[in-house]
């Protein structure tokens, strides 16, 4: 075990883990922040998707002891209202269906706005590349991405 102090949706938060522990595991068991969910566990899915420093990061293996002073921002530090350009754009185009997951759809279509406010469809597929969604509702989240793009 080991103490790590993290900066987490803008706050400071102390956790007594083993090192080699998942960031996800952290902010699930130990934070009580759920609304990043467990997928795959083998960073295959995007489930799991959180930022790092602003970069969309899988933190099912992603451990602890690689964040370091870095910032962890999650779904729920996203917005506080929920008003993010990204989830106002993702109701727009009725995104959500099992909404399983949507967090880390939205975590890395934000990431990637951030980095590129006006991407063309490559763009978005390659950012998008590698978030699953069981219910295939990839053309209304390209849709949504759009949307967002021009709202932020």
């Given at each position: 075990?080991?103490?790590?102090?993290?900066?987490?949706?803008?706050?400071?938060?102390?956790?007594?883990?083993?090192?080699?522990?998942?960031?996800?595991?952290?902010?699930?068991?130990?934070?009580?922040?759920?609304?990043?969910k467990y997928?795959?566990?083998?960073?295959?899915?995007?489930?799991?998707?959180?930022?790092?420093?602003?970069?969309?990061?899988?933190?099912?293996?992603?451990?602890?002891?690689?964040?370091?002073d870095n910032?962890?921002?999650?779904?729920?530090?996203?917005?506080?209202?929920?008003?993010?350009?990204?989830?106002?754009?993702?109701?727009?185009?009725?995104?959500?269906?099992?909404?399983?997951?949507?967090?880390?759809?939205?975590?890395?279509?934000?990431?990637?706005?951030?980095?590129?406010?006006?991407?063309?469809?490559?763009?978005?597929?390659?950012?998008?590349?590698?978030?699953?969604?069981?219910?295939?509702?990839?053309?209304?989240?390209?849709?949504?991405?759009?949307?967002?793009?021009?709202?932020?």
């Amino acid at each position: 075990m080991a103490t790590f102090d993290l900066t987490i949706n803008g706050e400071k938060k102390q956790v007594d883990v083993d090192p080699k522990t998942p960031l996800l595991w952290v902010l699930r068991d130990h934070l009580n922040l759920v609304g990043t969910k467990y997928g795959c566990g083998i960073a295959a899915c995007g489930a799991c998707t959180v930022h790092i420093d602003g970069t969309a990061m899988r933190s099912c293996v992603f451990p602890i002891s690689e964040v370091g002073d870095n910032t962890v921002t999650t779904i729920e530090g996203l917005s506080e209202k929920g008003d993010h350009p990204v989830q106002k754009a993702w109701l727009q185009h009725d995104v959500p269906q099992c909404g399983y997951c949507q967090a880390g759809q939205i975590m890395s279509a934000s990431a990637l706005l951030k980095d590129n406010p006006n991407p063309d469809d490559k763009a978005i597929d390659t950012a998008m590349n590698g978030n699953i969604c069981r219910c295939g509702t990839y053309t209304r989240i390209k849709a949504a991405i759009k949307t967002a793009a021009k709202n932020s």
